[in-house]
């Protein structure tokens, strides 16, 4: 394979990985979040609302145990999709430095 068929690898694999992930981390916080419910009254909710505050995502898969596994497939997803798209722009700069 050439250097350009490993660029339109990377866009074209990539950019549909990384929004699969969005996708997939759209589904775990909608279908999660209803568990923070158990911290509703107690003085742990302060902590799990200042969390959510700074990172949603971060904090729901610690607070919510269901949703620790499927933070895997996201994980994999975007690492997946972030290194194509990084592999990509990388050959891309390189064969543009060459020219």
């Known amino acids: 394979m050439s250097t350009l068929d490993w660029i339109a690898f990377g866009y074209v694999a990539g950019i549909p990985l990384i929004g699969l992930a969005a996708l997939w981390q759209m589904y ?35 607070f919510c145990p269901n949703a620790r596994k499927k933070g895997i497939v996201f994980a994999l997803l975007g690492g997946a999709g972030v290194l194509l798209y990084g592999m990509a722009t990388w050959f891309k700069m390189r064969l543009l430095a060459q020219q």
């Open 28 to 62: 775990v916080v909608l279908n999660e979040s209803h568990t923070l419910n158990r911290f509703a009254g107690s003085r742990k909710m302060l902590w799990v609302a200042v969390s959510l505050f700074f990172s949603f995502s971060l904090s729901l898969y610690w």
